[in-house]
């Protein structure tokens, strides 16, 4: 009688074509298959034992310490898999997004005795700009809300200032949703008014009113598949409120002056910078939409709860700009000047501020002088804090040296991003002064 000899694990395990890997819940790497050891540039001989997040993180503590949901973490607490989507460093050092897909292994009884996880790196945007950038603690809290909801289906009620970028958190969630094919559509309920929104969220059939000559498709018919996400969500009239909450409940949408209802497959994330609960109570925004809409709000923080980015932002807008780049890095004494105002107008403000800058600079180096703010500067501990976060930037007076840019690199082990926020530069800078050390030695 003939006998099969079954596959071992390292067998089963090789023959998944994304990095795959075992881990305990110490956080130590117990398995990983090929795709894994060549990812990350790392031989099993050398990998096994190690931490997890040493490896993809380049860290030397778990993600969660860092602002990121921890797949590990959760899958012990819970027994349940979860999806997550993570900054990983690939084997040469290059920042990339990853979905983890996490579940437990279980004994015999049910309880866990390790977390598998599958690591499928996401394409970067189509642009060359980053969806988001910071590394500030407010922000990476953020980011961690988003990488837990990003992959679901859930509804996303995004709250915050005027000009905190909301428009670019949704466009995050939809990139790193699995709906990331699918058509992103916006619309902006405060911009028209209550016939137009309508028409414009739902359609019109032909003859539904005067002038219209022709079938409209509606905004939620163009999202289909995909995400609509509407901002200033609380500017809308109750009567359209009404037809929206129905809309969600049942995934269907009838066109004005149409009798047949339309199936729809869209995920809604909404926006405000208003005080939605204080509209409920007042009877200006119904109560079961707030509830239906608000399933995962998420808090964007203003820039002044988020100081540590406010150079990373700023010197990204320069890159952005025609002979933008050649402002890079920032004078201490741009940073200074930067880094003490409050900046009311959020993200929305400091671009405009950098914009300005550059035309004013004319070609000549960016000073002080350039950057003209609006009135309403920070409170004076604020300033005391953005004092201390410039003080070893005004030191060097001006731009870095080649012996600063080593001594970080020494100090964070070679890790590029680490090194980037202990200088406050972006990564960017950092690797356009690397790459010109090299150019020069």
Do not use: W
Request: with cysteine; net charge neutral.
């Amino acid at each position: 009688m003939l006998t099969t000899k079954k596959p071992s694990c390292e067998q089963i395990i090789d023959s998944l074509p994304d990095p795959f890997v075992i881990i305990d819940r110490e956080y130590r790497i117990l398995a990983a298959n090929r795709a894994y050891q060549e990812h990350y540039g790392v031989a099993a001989g050398d990998l096994l034992g190690r931490y997890c997040y040493e490896v993809s993180h380049h860290a030397s503590a778990p993600c969660s310490q860092h602002g990121e949901q921890c797949p590990l973490e959760e899958v012990f607490s819970t027994g349940k898999p979860c999806q997550v989507t993570h900054v990983h460093y690939d084997k040469d050092g290059n920042e990339e997004y990853v979905q983890l897909q996490a579940v437990p292994i279980v004994d015999d009884n049910g309880e866990v005795m390790y977390m598998g996880e599958y690591v499928q790196v996401l394409p970067p945007p189509s642009s060359d700009n980053n969806l988001l950038v910071g590394r500030s603690p407010a922000f990476l809290h953020m980011s961690s809300l988003l990488q837990r909801v990003a992959p679901t289906r859930s509804t996303v009620l995004l709250l915050g200032e005027s000009g905190v970028g909301k428009e670019r958190v949704a466009e995050y969630i939809h990139f790193y949703s699995q709906r990331r094919n699918g058509p992103f559509v916006i619309v902006d309920g405060g911009m028209l008014g209550e016939n137009l929104i309508e028409s414009e969220l739902f359609g019109y059939e032909k003859g539904a009113f005067t002038g219209a000559n022709s079938r409209k498709t509606g905004l939620f018919e163009a999202a289909n598949g995909g995400t609509l996400f509407i901002d200033e969500i609380c500017e809308l009239p109750l009567s359209l409120q009404t037809k929206l909450l129905r809309a969600l409940e049942s995934n269907t949408i009838r066109r004005i002056g149409g009798n047949d209802y339309i199936k729809i497959d869209v995920r809604i994330i909404a926006a405000t910078n208003r005080d939605m609960q204080r509209r409920v109570a007042e009877g200006q925004f119904r109560q079961d939409l707030y509830y239906r809409l608000s399933a995962f709000p998420i808090h964007i923080p203003p820039l002044r709860k988020r100081r540590e980015d406010i150079i990373a932002l700023a010197e990204h807008f320069l890159a952005s700009q025609p002979e933008g780049k050649r402002h890079i890095p920032l004078s201490s004494e741009v940073i200074e000047k930067l880094l003490g105002h409050d900046f009311p107008g959020n993200i929305r403000e400091l671009r405009n501020a950098i914009e300005r800058a550059v035309i004013l600079a004319c070609g000549d180096s960016l000073t002080p002088a350039h950057i003209v703010l609006e009135d309403g500067n920070a409170l004076n501990s604020e300033k005391d804090n953005a004092r201390k976060a410039a003080g070893h930037l005004i030191q060097r007076r001006g731009r870095l040296t080649e012996q600063m840019v080593l001594d970080a690199l020494r100090h964070c082990d070679g890790h590029r991003s680490r090194a980037a926020q202990r200088l406050h530069v972006s990564e960017r800078t950092l690797y356009r002064y690397i790459k010109r050390m090299r150019i020069d030695d």
